[in-house]
T-cell receptor, first 114, second 112 residues
Framework: EPEVTQTPSHQVTQMGQEVILRCVPI?????FYWYRQILGQKVEFLVS????????KSEIFDDQFSVERPDGSNFTLKIRSTKLEDSAMYFC????????????FGQGTRLTVV | QKEVEQNSGPLSVPEGAIASLNCTYS??????FFWYRQYSGKSPELIMF????GDKEDGRFTAQLNKASQYVSLLIRDSQPSDSATYLC????????????FGKGTRLSVIA
């Protein structure tokens, strides 16, 4: 069964460092998303991406964040200068384009900023 | 601010019983409704989706939607210990590719 894959599964970084989280969406999906979940809290939307540009973004997705589709298969989330409060599970999701579509989630990357 | 509310639980049910999970949402224009299951430390896994008022059944799971009351529920029949997880209700404001708004989830514990 097709699945969304994310790497790495766990990333530890020092505050102020840049991190790149990687995702390979399901191959026939064209809509991509990043969500995050701080420990014990709800899943929060960060950004959606379609046709090589950001479709929507939340207020969480500030100038420290960026997304990119560097090639035909990968989708990345970059955090330029990590803060302690960026520590969370980051989930990539993808869906088909159109009406009544469902988003399928990757297994997540646990980011720990120390 | 679009909100999705769920009772955080834990909801404890004996094995074989029916578990009933509830969710309310604030955006009256919401169009698509999803239930995800999340085991501790894992990613959300889609269980069911519903778009129209009424009931939708899939195996042991039934989703119920009442748009007038802004209420969606999930029934799990013949609950098993493996159903023990956090159940996330998620809502989209349209039937297209808008992002999901999640509730905090209800933790379900099925006691053997």
């Amino acid at each position: 069964e097709p699945e969304v894959t994310q790497t790495p599964s766990h990333q530890v970084t020092q505050m102020g460092q840049e991190v790149i989280l990687r995702c390979v969406p399901i191959s026939n999906h064209l809509y991509f998303y990043w969500y995050r979940q701080i420990l014990g809290q709800k899943v929060e939307f960060l950004v959606s991406f379609y046709n090589n540009e950001i479709s929507e973004k939340s207020e969480i997705f500030d100038d420290q964040f960026s997304v990119e589709r560097p090639d035909g298969s990968n989708f990345t989330l970059k955090i330029r200068s990590t803060k302690l409060e960026d520590s969370a599970m980051y989930f990539c999701a993808s869906s088909e384009v159109g009406m009544n579509t469902e988003a399928f989630f990757g297994q997540g990357t646990r980011l720990t900023v120390v | 601010q679009k909100e999705v509310e769920q009772n955080s639980g834990p909801l404890s049910v004996p094995e074989g019983a029916i578990a009933s999970l509830n969710c309310t949402y604030s955006d009256r224009g919401s169009q698509s409704f999803f239930w995800y299951r999340q085991y501790s430390g894992k990613s959300p896994e889609l269980i069911m989706f519903i778009y129209s008022n009424g009931d939708k059944e899939d195996g042991r799971f039934t989703a119920q939607l009442n748009k007038a009351s802004q209420y969606v529920s999930l029934l799990i029949r013949d609950s098993q210990p493996s159903d023990s997880a956090t159940y996330l209700c998620a809502v989209k404001s349209s039937s297209g590719n808008t992002p999901l708004v999640f509730g905090k989830g209800t933790r379900l514990s099925v006691i053997a």
